[in-house]
């Protein structure tokens, strides 16, 4: 039986895809893969049979099930097997149900990483996750709990909230509520490594105001340090870069 291969196809656009998950998808028979992936990755496996288990019905829990069967019957057919998934697969990508129910059927899997949504967000509005000595910390958060309810933390130097485009006023309550100070920097990234990538700096307690620009699209909202800007002046003097930007700078690339 031949491993199944789950592949990060990156946030957006086709080429963002890694060099090992291209070769691996043109080796692919059968593609298992979600709604977020781009159309255009399907010309990387064009004889492969594609089956889109982002459609409703596939979506929901017991929409998991079925998923994690197909993927078993799939690979004990012998055909190579591809798991697409958007952005990378271990990050909020139910990888571990699938490995799970690979690994109760005695299935082999190998895991090739891909560009998650913090990470393309980051590239599109030029705003390093990381920074010396004030951004040591970073952490992906989904904002949805299984309930349905969200939730916010304070736990990192920066923090990325995944799934949270639309209930970004209710993200700002449990923001300042989680201890977050009003005038923190919020940036707002929609369809990030896509051609109409969206960016938006905000406050924590305006980030409502972002609601009508990124309707509809998939959104990560950064928080804290890794959401300030990066002025040019700054960048020349180290001393400065120490202070905190508070910059109300709105930018759309
Ligand atoms: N495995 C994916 C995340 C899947 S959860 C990854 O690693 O990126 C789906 C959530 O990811 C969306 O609700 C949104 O918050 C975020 N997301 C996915 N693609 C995105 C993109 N291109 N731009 C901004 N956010 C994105």
Redesign the pocket.
């Known amino acids: 039986m031949k491993p199944v291969v789950f592949i990060?196809a990156g946030?957006?656009a086709a080429d963002l895809i890694t060099v090992r998950g291209a070769q691996r998808l043109a080796a692919a028979e059968v593609v298992l893969f979600d709604a977020?992936t781009d159309p255009a990755l399907r010309s990387l496996a064009p004889r492969a049979r594609w089956i889109d288990v982002g459609k409703r019905g596939f979506c929901d829990s017991t929409g998991q099930v079925a998923i994690n069967a197909l993927l078993v019957r799939q690979a004990q057919s012998g055909r190579a097997v591809v798991r697409l998934?958007?952005?990378?697969?271990?990050?909020?990508?139910r990888l571990e149900e699938e490995l799970q129910a690979l690994a109760a059927a005695g299935l082999e899997a190998e895991i090739v990483p891909?560009?998650?949504?913090?990470i393309?967000?980051a590239a599109a509005a030029q705003r390093p996750l990381t920074r010396r000595g004030s951004g040591r910390s970073v952490s992906l958060t989904?904002a949805m709990t299984r309930s349905g309810e969200l939730q916010a933390s304070r736990t990192a130097a920066t923090e990325v909230?995944?799934?949270?485009?639309r209930q970004l006023g209710a993200l700002s309550r449990r923001l300042r509520h989680a201890g977050w100070p009003a005038a923190t920097p919020a940036l707002v990234?929609?369809?990030?490594?896509?051609p109409d990538?969206l960016a938006s700096d905000h406050r924590v307690d305006s980030l409502a105001e972002a609601g009508v620009l990124h309707a509809g699209?998939?959104?990560?909202v950064t928080v804290g340090v890794g959401a300030e800007p990066i002025a040019a002046s700054r960048q020349r003097d180290p001393a400065a870069a120490q202070r905190p930007a508070r910059q109300e700078a709105r930018l759309q690339p």
């Open positions: 990060g946030p957006g977020l998934k958007g952005g990378d697969p271990s990050v909020f990508g891909g560009v998650t949504a913090a393309a967000a989904t909230f995944y799934m949270a485009g990234v929609s369809r990030a490594g896509w990538q699209r998939p959104t990560v």
